[in-house]
């Protein structure tokens, strides 16, 4: 399904994304990774939920920027963090699933430019495009030994 996909990418950023307490209790997991490309999925729990019964701002939010420092990650094969971030919310999220895909527009040494797409699924409905994010990720020096 994912011709760029790197299953061991894809499986050291699932591991990374699992030891952090706020990405497991969201429940994000990634379907495919690499060649600076990324997509990943929450379900929907009523956790997520605001008080008008959408999926709350914050939550597609951080799917978003997780996805584009997923693929910032991919296409520097480094760590990375997010430098800024930039959210359009187009629409309200319901359903079941919230997809994001993100891939890299420009990646250099110390920078990637990454933008994304949050969608919300629900069985038995079309998928509906509810976000787009454009974010620009920081490339982390490698780590090097300390000296003794």
């Given amino acids: 399904m994912y011709d760029w996909n790197n299953p061991e990418l894809l499986a050291r950023l699932n591991a990374g994304s699992g030891s952090q307490g706020f990405n497991a209790w969201f429940g994000v997991q990634g379907l495919a990774a690499g060649d600076g490309k990324v997509e990943i999925i929450v379900p929907i729990k009523p956790e997520l939920r605001q008080h008008h019964g959408y999926v709350h701002g914050g939550c597609i939010g951080a799917l ?16 990375v ?13 319901m359903g079941d699933l919230l997809r994001a895909k993100a891939h890299t527009i420009r990646s250099g040494k110390t920078l990637a430019t990454v933008e994304a797409e949050v969608w919300s699924e629900a069985e038995g409905r079309e998928p509906k495009k509810v976000a787009a994010a454009i974010a620009s990720i920081a490339i982390l020096p490698q780590r090097r030994p300390r000296a003794a």
């Fill in 64 to 79: 978003a920027d997780m996805a584009c420092a997923w693929a910032g990650a991919a296409a520097a094969d480094q760590d």
């Fill in 81 to 93: 963090v997010t430098s800024s971030f930039t959210l359009h919310f187009l629409s309200p999220a």
